[in-house]
């Protein structure tokens, strides 16, 4: 009794603070959450009367092809995405952290893709793969830079994936530096004393130290990869033909504007568990490996 | 710490590598031959956009400052720059007091009592939501609550950066030691006061992080205001670029001048914290 | 300000008894020294009365007032922590002041106040540093100058001294005493160190394992130990201790072991029969190595303890000799200019009106009237 009362002005204090917080977070994510929920087993418009449909959005899903497109092309675009992103910026750190001249003035510029804004990025590449690069395909008779990347069903999504890389390497770079730099100097005297090339010394002591960091830009990288919108929205709007229609932006475009609310709000849905079942498995890989070390 | 890691990462008696040094700048070109085309075409007619290869990369003929004056005026510049502004540094501000209130509480609190340990993994899970499944119906939300507005946009913010946020500073706490909290207790201060006067300016270092992060985040963000503020005519700078792609989609010149004029206030903002942006960037995703 | 302490228990949720019925009266401007080895009990004590640690029974008064559920702001009290717990973002100045603007004191009090205490510390040019850049002695100041700018009528004091080295811990031993003498406020103070409780302490609190052992002065503690763990925690060298075995002659009790004979007074012989001792029953003898000193005449040996010399330190104005007495170690201290070496066969001649005399079993001190 007597511990409860004098507990409890701290714990009000704490009460107070966390109360409100929780009730603002339940209104804007688990609420928000909860009714798309519900309207995934509707036939909601977004406009207009509904009624209840049961699993049939989530059934219709399996056997939509411009869904199934959607994660092919998300899937592609975030595996493909994910690996250049990191063996580029791992090169890039290595690079950066090496003995170099005008080192931090490098590394300010190299990160600037990072601060700017997917979309105007977009804008800006766009111009350059529908103009400059076909006007340089045409100057020197190379004939497959003629035509726009971005208007070629088969091969739009690496105009995508170049944006999106260019964008990516910054970050994952800076994090890849950090990781760099909590290896201690020692260790690469000792491997030097006993006598090791370059590539023994990454593999060997530099790779395994910086295991942690690796996880979590894989983790980063793969997520935001898989949640791409901007870039789409600014190079290709799911164009050609639907071959660069992500995830997010097939629920963005055809949920809000295209009349199927309940129908995305079951594939947002089931987007969802993709994500928590990816972290899921990238959680249980990376605490094993880290583990092992 | 940082200095000090670095210095003994730091190997004596290493030669320059000039070789390195050199492919590296010749790299810089990937980024720097975006900005200057965008930065090319702003200044050019459209007289001068010829398909020619010397069309696309030849300087502008003149320095002319009009492209710029025409956008600023189509895209009602000074308007989204403020709103882009006001919504930054609103939450910027909202989320340090929310965060590092929250963050307080819960990093003091997790490990010994189960209901705030509750609270804790409640508001981490929401860092696997994507917002593709929120946004439908936060849109049908915030119109209902008369918040498909900047108010709505920063509130949205407030809540989806919240997960790594509190993660980030209830992590933190671990270095701030509870005799400091007790001393100030001792001294007469409530809890809330030593909150504000001890415990807030103990957690600089994270304020930086934060700061950096929820700045890049609302600036370039474009799909909250996108879907919450549309039709309403207020515009972020993101999105002033959005409907002017739709509206002057052929005048290119017009475009990039607009395109750079949204971008100068990011660059400026790197260029003078280029040293925190970088640091507040690495520690966040490091430690969250 | 006076301080009681009334049955106060401490159990934490795990069910770990950390300070068992707790009895103490401290009057006011007395300095009280809680002293004990690492977790006995002692700082949780403190914190109790500080507020900072909820009391699980008892009943914890200040001033005549319950303060068992008294937040610590609403305490009248002021605490000096073992790492300083100082604010490392506000200068030495602002650190003095925070606990005086929190009291919504005018300015120019504040002032005053600020600079009479920087003045009693010799902080004066250090005002304008950050924690930081003080050495270990510096922040014990500035800790001492935040709780005593208050002012307090109760000082709380939690091992201030540990983390300093062995000659700053000096120095301010006795500054810390000049400072009790001029702020004439109730001082409790926590320690592990025994010349620290014997130095500052009007009254000692001896803790083992959350029991309180001993309240008392110094001087009784070092005279009259309760039971072995007091006899052998306060004083250095320690406390020697060897099983004895009473053997009961018509003269009086006579304590032995192997060819060491002791003979005990006759108020000693008398204070132990009472106790039940016979003929071949165990007790426990103490004698500190200060009442030990090498028999001259080695034909003598009433009253000495037969030993090997295993160690021989020179200290200069006396040595300490460790001796190896039938496989159990004694120490004793030799005055300058007695040498001797290892393997050298000693006679340790015992001041018997200075033994102490244990129960095996209780611990209890059989000498105690």
Known sequence: MKKKRKMSKKQKTYLFIIIPVVLLFFMFNTWPMLNGFFYSFTNYKGYGSYEMVGFQNYIDLFSDTRVLKSYLFTFKYAICGTILVNVLSLLMALALNAKIRCKSALRGIYFVPNILGGLIIGYIFSYIFTYIIPAIGQTWNIEWL????????????????????????????IIYISGLQTVPGDVYEASRIDGSSKWTEFWKITFPLIIPFVSINLVLTTKNFMMVFDQILSLTGGGPAQSTDSISYLIYNNGLDGGQFGFQSANAFIFFLVIVIFSIVQQNITSKKEEQL | MEKAIRKSVKKPKEKTNWVLTIILILGTFTVFFPLYMAINIAFKQPSEMTNSIEGALGLPSSINFSNFAEAMRVTDFWHSLGNSLFITLATIALALVVYSLAGYVLGRTIAKHKGFKWVYLYLISGMFVPFAILMMPLVKETAMLHLGNQFGVILLYLVFYMPMNVMLYAGYMKNIPTVIEEASEVDGASTWTTFWRVIFPMMKPM??????????????????????????????????????QTQFGTNYNLAFASYIMSLIPILLFYIICQKQIISGVANGAVKG | ???????????????????????????????????GP??????????????????????????????????????????????????????????????????????????????????ILGLDAL?????????????????????IVRNPKILLMDE?????????????????????KKLKSTIIYVTHDQTEAMTLGDRIVVMCDGDVQQIDTPENLYNRPANKFVAGFIGAPQMNFLDMIVEETPQGALLKQSNSTLTLTPVQSRLLKDKGFKSGDHVTLGIRPENLSAAIDTKDHANCIEGVVEVFEMLGSSSNIYVSVNGQNIAAIMPAGHFCKEGDKVSLNVDIDAIHLFDPKSELNLLNM
């Open chain 1, 146 to 173: 003629q035509n726009s990347i971005l208007s070629s069903p088969a091969y739009a999504w690496i105009g995508v994936l170049i944006v999106g890389v260019w964008q990516a390497v910054a970050m994952t770079t």
């Open chain 2, 207 to 244: 304020h930086a992080t934060v700061a950096v992060l929820t700045a890049l985040g609302t600036w370039n963000d474009v799909m909250t205001p996108l879907v919450i503020m549309s039709g309403t005519g207020i515009n972020t700078l993101p999105i002033a670029q959005l409907n002017f």
């Open chain 3, 1 to 35: 300000m006076s301080v009681s302490l009334k049955h106060i228990n401490k159990t934490y949720p795990n069910g770990y008894q950390a300070v068992k019925d707790f009895n103490l009266d401290i009057k006011d401007e007395e300095f009280i020294i809680f002293v």
């Open chain 3, 38 to 119: 690492s977790g006995c009990g002692k700082s949780t004590t403190l914190r109790m009365v500080a507020g900072l640690e909820d009391i699980t029974g008892g009943e914890l008064l200040i001033d005549g007032k319950r303060m068992n559920e008294a937040e610590p702001k609403d305490r009248n009290i002021a605490m000096v922590f073992q790492n300083y717990a100082l604010y490392p973002h506000m200068t030495v100045r602002k650190n003095m002041e925070y606990p005086l603007k929190i009291a919504k004191l005018p300015k120019e009090e504040i002032n005053a106040r600020v600079a009479e205490a920087s003045r």
């Open chain 3, 127 to 147: 005002l304008d540093r950050k924690p930081n850049a003080l050495s270990g002695g510096q922040r014990q100041r500035v800790a001492m100058g935040r709780a």
């Open chain 3, 160 to 180: 201030p001294l540990s983390n300093l080295d062995a000659k700053l811990r000096g120095q301010m031993r006795i500054e810390i005493t000049k400072l009790h």
